[in-house]
């Protein structure tokens, strides 16, 4: 215990450096804007500013370092967390995935009862006490689940992947068999280029550009930044959108505490859950929004409300959201498995600086982990803070043309590829992933799983091949502890819940399925 | 169904460069599986759950498969779509920034309908902020045109 607060005063002290603070600052204005615009996600926008962080981690700018380039990027996912709720309640348009469930009650509670600025406040507030509680349990909890991964050998890692495969595909996602498709897909394109272990040219079909492998910014940022502003083009253009003004006063907040203070049993449940439900790997800020919504419903006496405006329908899902978000983070840092799409980005980040997320990075690299962990602490507080004082200025964004933000926005997502290794052939990757990622998302195939798949798919073919030297070529290897046989019994199990699904919806006839989770 | 199909194409093609699973590569490890195991087995997966994709849009057809919503969302997608592949292919010849502002200067004087300063405005301030941001503050050279040997600045 006082190791922990010793090691976070230690990150408080890294956090707290000028540069940290310069960078988060941006970082976080950075994450609102990009929150706010509806063609470009918080997973794109970390995922397009990837080549920026890169000459920021080298030590280009003077005192800046890999904590530095951590902290801007986390700095634009919690930006980007509070801002796509702001348009979802104003504008009925969300600026997220995970804000897409406050179109339920935010918007009419801007609209119908004509209160846009307790639905901001409300909604602000509850993601602040998500976070803050999330990243407590972060602080308390991310070095014990690190010490017991150290003790993890090629067969835990493997059985670790294939966990969070099954995850992807077992909980949340809508089409389970398209699921597993993009999993394959995602470790089919991993496998381009040298084999690690041996050395051999696989995949480049005499391509010697191919010999260094798909990177997975470009892809990334094709998949997320243009695949995003495609189907958006298509799905709104260029249309009327219904328009709230917004203003915030001390008569918002003061009404939020209030409404908060009679929630805050709501609140702080949902947010232990959205952290549990975030540390499972492969899960981000949208699946657990619809789980919070659910919860929300679930606890409230008077269900009549939902729909028309109810505070819960807001603070619910915005606490359970943010605390995902943050946890999302710790099996990224401590497994080296992302919990989402924006931590397979950030984790792109780590090993771009020359960082192995896993539980080595709490012991080699304590400053960056306790700078980290610390500046989210700061990071959810300045945004908390800037959303109180920017919001009319963040909804003004929405009034930029769309001649103008689109083409800067691929203007940008090609830049941001191209500069990563002076390379047009990841500027083609780009493009030809960016209609990828439109053309899959059309057609409901989930982006997800071929992101975290390709992210970590060569880690996972090298675990399991050293597994299988290990063993002489044994699958016995895999069951050889009782964590891994926990592992993959847990594994089959989440693999085998679409099934039961299946079965049980058979059983019991039709009934109304949730939206499926985006991310 | 179109997309489950080139999924499974490009599975067949992946396994057959792959095809080199069914025998030992001389200077693989006692126990290892070799280069080809994986991407064979994965593209084989990929291939087996298109299959089914397809088979269930069979059997059950889903309406938004193979068709866009209208002949306008059809448009809007081009609109974007065109000029970024032009974007991209230009930066040989015109480099980064000559590209860039024929592109901003395209969105404004053609989506935006503005006047020739607001045109211009558009087409220029954009570069210049990308100028200093990436060359200027973080010291990243992008591509120049193919005047910039004969001393034209971009």
Redesign the interface.
Known sequence: MLDVLGNLGGGFATALQPINIAFLLIGVTLGLVIGVLPGLGGTSGVAILLPISVVVARGDIAGANSTTAVILLCGIYWGALFGGVITSILFNIPGEPWAVVLLFDGFPLAKRKGKPGLALTSSFLSSFVGAFIATVLFTFFAQWIADKALSFGPPELFAVFVLSFTTLVGLGAESPIKAIAMLALGLLLAAVGFDTLTGSQRMNFGNIQLLAGIGFVPVTIGLFGIGEILASAEEQGIGYMERISARLGFKDLFEALGALRQRLWLVVSNSVIGFLFGVLPGHGATAASFLGYGLARQYAKDKSEFGKGEISGIMGPQATADAAGVASLVPMITLGVPGSPTSAVIMAGLFVWGLQPGPLLFIQHQDFVWGLIASIYLGHLFTFLICLAAVPLLASIMRIPYAIITPFIITISIIGSYSLNNSMLDVAFTIIFGLVGYWLRKMKYPLAPLVVALVLGDSTERELRKSLIAGQGSIGIFFSSPLATIMWVLAIVILLLPVLRMLRARMTGPSVRPPAPAG | MG?AAA?VL??AV?MF??RGVFTT?P??????????W??FW??A??GV??V??GY?TMVTPQP??GA??TR???T??L???I???L??FS??WLG?YLA?IV??GF??A???R?RWWGVLA?ATL?PLA?YLL?EVA??????KSIFYTMGFPL
Not at chain 2, 138 to 143: E, H, M, Q, S
């Open positions: 997309t999924i490009i599975a992946a460069d792959s590569l200077g693989t490890s006692p126990g290892d599986v070799g280069p080809s994986y991407p994965a593209a997966l990929m759950a298109a089914f994709v269930r938004a498969e866009f919503a306008e969302s059809v809007s997608v609109k974007l779509v000029p970024m592949f974007y991209a930066f040989k980064f860039t592109y901003m969105f404004a053609y989506l935006g503005y558009a954009t990308i990436f973080f010291r990243l050279i992008l591509p």
